[in-house]
């Protein structure tokens, strides 16, 4: 499926590293989401951007930095990461709509910290 | 108390059986409710919304109780493809877009 991508699939890095992990959907929606999975745990809510707002979770450590240059493109931006942030970061889009909030899911980039 | 609940699992089951699970959530005024099933190492994608008066799609079969606050599935006739994580999702209200997730059930079908 190409309606939601994500790159790369699969990222090692150093704690003193900088990296950014990028998004697209190609679906016309009008809200992106940032998420962590780790294992055995639910999902994370990260950030959203939807129309104009941005909401964020603000557990989210500042070592996290989103942005939304448009509604079709998002990138998370990482930088002096910890082991403990290894996890899945899956990106999704919605159509922000009353009633009717199904989120399509990118696959995920997998990222290591070292 | 965590938002969503539900029971891990595993759940393993033979082909055709018949296998179900609930969810519970934490807050009342939630409206919204949906399946969503995840492949191992795979993203997330909608199974089926829940509704009110309980919903039917194909072999699976969703229901909700307000009172209780909490939703089920059903899987009718085992498939070896069925053999996935069962995410329970939540919204608090009918046009949040915000979903709470669980932290999912784990069901393995075998031959």
């Known amino acids: 499926e190409t309606g939601v991508t994500q790159t790369p699939r699969h990222l090692v890095m150093g704690m003193t590293n900088k990296k950014s992990l990028k998004c697209e959907q190609h679906l016309g929606h009008n809200a992106m989401y940032w998420y962590k999975q780790s294992a055995k745990k639910p999902l994370e809510l990260m950030f959203v951007?939807?129309?104009?707002?941005?909401?964020e979770n603000n557990s989210v450590p500042s070592r996290f930095s989103p942005e939304c240059p448009n509604s079709s493109h998002l990138f998370l931006h990482l930088h002096t990461l910890q082991p403990e942030d290894s996890a899945l970061y899956l990106c999704?889009?919605?159509?922000?709509?009353?009633?009717?909030?199904?989120?399509?899911f990118g696959p995920g980039t997998r990222l290591t910290v070292l | 108390r965590k938002e969503v609940e539900q029971d891990p699992g595993p759940f393993n089951v033979p082909e055709g059986a018949t296998v179900a699970f609930n969810c519970t959530y934490s807050n009342s005024a939630s409206q919204s409710f949906f399946w969503y099933r995840q492949d191992c190492r795979k993203e997330p994608k909608l199974l089926m919304s829940?509704?009110?008066s309980g919903n039917e799609d194909g072999r699976f079969t969703a229901q909700l109780n307000r009172a209780s606050q909490y939703i089920s599935l059903l899987i009718r006739d085992s498939k070896l493809s069925d053999s996935a994580t069962y995410l329970c999702?939540?919204?608090?209200?009918?046009?949040?877009?915000?979903?709470?997730f669980g932290a999912g059930t784990t069901v393995t079908v075998r031959a």
């Open positions: 999704a889009s919605s159509q922000v709509r009353t009633g009717d909030n199904e989120q399509f």
């Open positions: 829940v509704y009110s």
């Open positions: 951007y939807s129309l104009e707002e941005r909401v």
């Open positions: 999702v939540v919204n608090r209200q009918w046009n949040d877009y915000k979903l709470s």
